[in-house]
Structure formats: C-alpha cells, structure tokens
T-cell receptor, first 115, second 110 residues
Framework: DTGVSQDPRHKITKRGQNVTFRCDPI?????LYWYRQTLGQGPEFLTY????????KSRLLSDRFSAERPKGSFSTLEIQRTEQGDSAMYLC?????????????FGPGTRLTVT | KQEVTQIPAALSVPEGENLVLNCSFT??????LQWFRQDPGKGLTSLLL?????REQTSGRLNASLDKSSGRSTLYIAASQPGDSATYLC?????????FGSGTKLNVKP
C-alpha cells in the first residue's frame, strides 16, 4: 500500500491549452474522488467514481472538464481550453467505501497555474 | 446544501498550550466526520474519523468530538508542539461526497 499518488505535482500552462492530470488510488479502493482547492479555501467536490462508473459530477465541473477511470483503477482529469480561473490545487482521494466507513485518503495534489 | 464553518480561521499559541478547534455544520444528516491536517502546498492527511453513531475519537494527543444535534465538532490538541503547525480541516460525509470547511490555520510558537 503506497498511498494515493498524483502526477504531475505541478503544471504551468498557458491559457487556452489543454492539460491532463493522473491519479493512482490505493489498490483495491473502489471509490475515487476529485476535488479542487483554491488558496485559503477547503477542497470542493468535483466528481467521484465507483469502480469505472462516474456516478456524480458537481456543477463546478463545466463542459471543459472531463474525468475518466477506464478500468476502475487510475483516473484522469482533463481540462480543455484552460482559463486563469482554473488555477488551483487538484486533489484526488480514494476510499474502500462502506467497508471503511467511507474514510478518504488523499494524494499530494497537482498544482495548476494558468498564465 | 451542507454548509461547514470553522472558527477561528487562524490561531497562534505558544508551545505547550492545549487548544480547541471548532467546526459547525448546518445539516445533521451526516454519515461521518473526518478531521484532516494540511501542510502548506501539500495534500490532506487524515487525523481522525468519527462515525455518525459515535461521540468522540482519540489518537495520541488529539481528541475529536461530534454532537450532531447541535451541529458541532471540536478537535482538541493537547500539549501543542511547533510540529503541529498546519491548517486543520473538518469534512462531513453524506450523499457520496465530503463537504469541507475553510480550515483553521494553526501556528504553534516555540
């Protein structure tokens, strides 16, 4: 059990470019969550997966955002046509679901800066 | 929608003090409550999880309580140390997602 990992840790991109982040959850964790955190605020829920199924998406997740978890293991979060307002820390978390009372384990995050 | 408030937003104390961080929430229909620690620029580290049927949890110098009827949780830190300096976040889990407060930034002075 190596914990939740995220890649890259930092990303600087120009406005209008597309970016993709990856999250590798703790093995055997069937639930995977994406959150966004801006400076001085707590994380805000974006979306979550139960295995490979994306079961809920926040209204924060505009049409420019898409997330996948193709084989129920790692997940990707893509942002198309980035805007300066997308600059934030993107956090991934995983859990065993009911068996662990939904306790979530977070990765180190990907810090996105849009210039 | 669940609203989570953490007071104070920032706290500075001398080393060795006992302290209490507060978390209040508007909807008592929660599955569990989790306290996290976040160091600058880092991810979240889980400290304690309290299930809705529990009243408190303890781990080392940390004790967290939950009172659903009043919509409150507290995190008690005993004998604070400079290494405790971080932002502490409470999060409530219901309806398949966590709702976070904005955190309390703690500075423990040597």
């Amino acid at each position: 059990d190596t914990g939740v990992s995220q890649d890259p840790r930092h990303k600087i991109t120009k406005r209008g470019q597309n970016v993709t982040f990856r999250c590798d959850p703790i093995s055997e964790h069937n639930r995977l969550y994406w959150y966004r955190q801006t400076l001085g605020q707590g994380p805000e829920f974006l979306t979550y997966f139960q295995n490979e199924a994306q079961l809920e998406k926040s209204r924060l997740l505009s049409d420019r955002f898409s997330a996948e978890r193709p084989k129920g293991s790692f997940s990707t979060l893509e942002i198309q046509r980035t805007e300066q307002g997308d600059s934030a820390m993107y956090l991934c978390a995983s859990s065993l679901g009911f068996r662990s009372s939904y306790e979530q384990y977070f990765g180190p995050g990907t810090r996105l800066t849009v210039t | 929608k669940q609203e989570v408030t953490q007071i104070p937003a920032a706290l500075s104390v001398p080393e060795g003090e006992n302290l209490v961080l507060n978390c209040s929430f508007t909807d008592s229909a929660i599955y569990n409550l989790q306290w996290f620690r976040q160091d600058p620029g880092k991810g979240l580290t889980s400290l304690l999880l309290i299930q809705s049927s529990q009243r408190e949890q303890t781990s080392g110098r940390l004790n967290a309580s939950l009172d659903k009827s009043s919509g409150r949780s507290t995190l008690y830190i005993a004998a604070s140390q400079p290494g405790d300096s971080a932002t502490y976040l409470c999060a409530l889990y219901n309806f398949n997602k966590f709702y976070f407060g904005s955190g309390t930034k703690l500075n423990v002075k040597p």
